[in-house]
């Protein structure tokens, strides 16, 4: 069956350094993937789209790319700061779900960013 | 926010009685979703609606079931709650020709 899989190991990094996140998946090949936030007690933000037609997309201090061959994608945020410390969390769509929105999200990585 | 609200944001209540959970949205959007989030297992979807009165399982839909009668309302029933219950549950829409998914606040349901 498929299977999403990030780090559930937290990421601490200094401030002004970039963070990769990492997010796999294994047994299909999602049309499209998104990236969410997810602050403490409040549900998750939408961040990042990125199509299988698409090597890499930014959008600001973020960056997502997505490698079908690989099946993985990894998320940047360059010149982190504190106020990115949050859980991200990786969610493509199911096997034939491309157009119900029927998402598979991963357990998420908790990034730590200190001053 | 996209203007989501759920009700109750939180709630006790006991093994057997039921419990239903509301979601209400103010902009007529078509794509409903219940998710429930737990330590361990992330999200995971319940239920989704794709319009008055269409609905569909999800991963994890035994032990719910939904319902929807006007576009601004998607109601997620537990019938009989069990302790395995006890979760975040999260609603979400979806814009119309468009893939993300904004979500509610959350309710935090404990089944004791």
């Known amino acids: 069956s498929q299977k999403i899989e990030q780090n559930s190991e937290a990421l601490n990094i200094q401030e002004g350094k970039t963070a990769t996140l990492t997010c796999n998946y294994t047994?299909?090949?999602?049309?499209?993937l998104q990236w969410y936030r997810q602050d403490p007690g409040r549900g998750p933000v939408f961040l990042l789209l990125i199509r299988e037609n698409e090597k890499e997309k930014r959008k600001e201090r973020l960056k997502v790319t997505f490698d079908t061959t690989l099946k993985q994608s990894l998320f940047h945020i360059t010149a982190s700061q504190p106020a990115d410390s949050a859980t991200y969390l990786c969610?493509?769509?199911?096997?034939?779900?491309?157009?119900?929105?029927?998402?598979?999200f991963g357990q998420g990585t908790t990034l730590q960013v200190k001053p | 926010d996209a203007g989501i609200t759920q009700s109750p944001r939180h709630k006790v209540t006991e093994t057997g009685t039921p419990v239903t959970l509301r979601c209400h949205q103010t902009?007529?959007?078509?794509?409903m979703y219940w998710y429930r989030q737990d330590p361990g297992h992330g999200l995971r979807l319940i239920h989704y609606?794709?319009?008055?009165?269409?609905?569909d399982k999800g991963e994890v839909s035994d032990g719910y079931s939904v319902s929807r009668s006007k576009t601004e309302d998607f109601l997620l029933t537990l019938e009989s709650a069990t302790s395995s219950q006890t979760s975040v549950y999260f609603c979400?829409?979806?814009?119309?020709?468009?893939?993300?998914?904004?979500f509610g606040p959350g309710t935090r349901l404990t089944v004791t």
């Open positions: 609606s794709y319009g008055v009165k269409d609905t």
């Open positions: 979400a829409i979806r814009f119309e020709g468009r893939y993300e998914q904004y």
């Open positions: 969610a493509p769509p199911g096997e034939g779900s491309s157009n119900t929105g029927k998402l598979i």
């Open positions: 047994n299909y090949s999602p049309a499209y």
């Open positions: 902009e007529n959007h078509r794509y």
